[in-house]
Structure formats: structure tokens, C-alpha cells
């Protein structure tokens, strides 16, 4: 039996932040986690490129035009959804979420969701740095994990990545 697993050694390659700058003071702790957790995992800032959108809404299409590229091995999506701050939330996080994926399967490119989608604010500072850990470290990991997988697995991307 053959065992596919991503582990978290530090990939060849250069990743992509997508961030969104709605409920910023959450997303930019959400980055802060996200490229913490890269440096400390040995994928220095100098490979890591961060691309700020408007809004959760925007996040897929620049993460599926990062991706087709060519020049990364994956790409992160962070973004923050408050329930109780929009009437829109089903549809800024629906479409978020579905956006994200289909940019990760039209692609090849692991395409990381690190949006919160939270009832409060209080659940959504909790999750970006305080009583709930941060979710941008943990897409870090979650990117480095993806990586090794897939290239475990191999075949290609739609897009072949540049390994620069
Ligand atoms: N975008 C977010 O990332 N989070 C939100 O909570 C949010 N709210 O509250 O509406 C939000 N709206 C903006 C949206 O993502 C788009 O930028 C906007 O609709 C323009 O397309």
C-alpha cells in the first residue's frame, strides 16, 4: 500500500497571499500569522508575495490569475466575514469559498481558504491572534502540507509552476 502524505518540510518554490482589506485589522493579524508561520517554517519572506484585494468577494479571481502564473506553488486566501456586520454574508462567503476552490481545481495550484466566516467580531479577533490561535498560521500550514502532497502524488498542474 502506497501512503500519500504531505509533511512540513519547506517546499522548493515561492507562494502567494491573496488578503482582503475588509475588517482589516483582522486580516492584517491573519497575514502576520500566515507569513509567521511560513518564516518559521523555513519558506523565507523573500519567496512569499502578497496580493491585497478589496474585499472576501475579490479574493477569487486574483488568487486563480496568481495561480495561472505559473510562478507559484500555492497560493493562501485570507479574509475575514462577520455575520453580524453584513446583511451579505451568505453570499461574501459563499462565493468566496466556492471561488477559492474552483481556483485550487481549475488550476492544479493549491489554493488555501483562510477566510474566518465568524458571528461576531469577538469570535473573529479570537481566531487571528488571540483565545483561538491564528487561522493565517494554520493556512501556512496547511499550504506547506498541500505542497508536499501533491508533489508526493505528482503529475502535473494546468499551469506548471516555476520553481524561482
Ligand atoms: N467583505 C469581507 O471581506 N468581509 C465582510 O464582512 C464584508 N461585508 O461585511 O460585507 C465584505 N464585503 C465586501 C465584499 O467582499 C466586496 O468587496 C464588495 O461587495 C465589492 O464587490
Do not use: C, D
Given at each position: 500500500m502506497t501512503r500519500f502524505e504531505g509533511d512540513f518540510s519547506p517546499p522548493a518554490g515561492r507562494f502567494a497571499i491573496v488578503v482582503a482589506r475588509f475588517n482589516e485589522t483582522v486580516t492584517r493579524a491573519l497575514l502576520a500569522g500566515c507569513t509567521d508561520g511560513f518564516v518559521r517554517h523555513g519558506v523565507p519572506e523573500d519567496r512569499i508575495d502578497v496580493a491585497w484585494v478589496p474585499g472576501s468577494f475579490e479574493i477569487p479571481i486574483v488568487a486563480r490569475r496568481l495561480a495561472e502564473t505559473g510562478n507559484y506553488v500555492g497560493i493562501i486566501c485570507l479574509g475575514c466575514v462577520i455575520r453580524g456586520e453584513t446583511g451579505h454574508y451568505d453570499h461574501v462567503a459563499g462565493q468566496a469559498a466556492s471561488g477559492v476552490m474552483q481556483a485550487g481545481l481549475?488550476?492544479?495550484?493549491?489554493?488555501?481558504?483562510?477566510?474566518?466566516?465568524?458571528?461576531?467580531?469577538?469570535?473573529?479577533?479570537?481566531?487571528?491572534?488571540?483565545?483561538?490561535?491564528?487561522?493565517?498560521?494554520?493556512?501556512?500550514?496547511?499550504?506547506?502540507?498541500?505542497?508536499?502532497?501533491l508533489n508526493q502524488i505528482g503529475g502535473g498542474v494546468t499551469f506548471p509552476t516555476r520553481f524561482v
Open positions: 481549475n488550476t492544479g495550484v493549491p489554493v488555501i481558504f483562510g477566510v474566518l466566516t465568524t458571528e461576531t467580531v469577538e469570535q473573529a479577533l479570537n481566531r487571528s491572534g488571540l483565545k483561538g490561535g491564528n487561522k493565517g498560521g494554520e493556512a501556512a500550514m496547511a499550504a506547506i502540507e498541500m505542497v508536499n502532497l
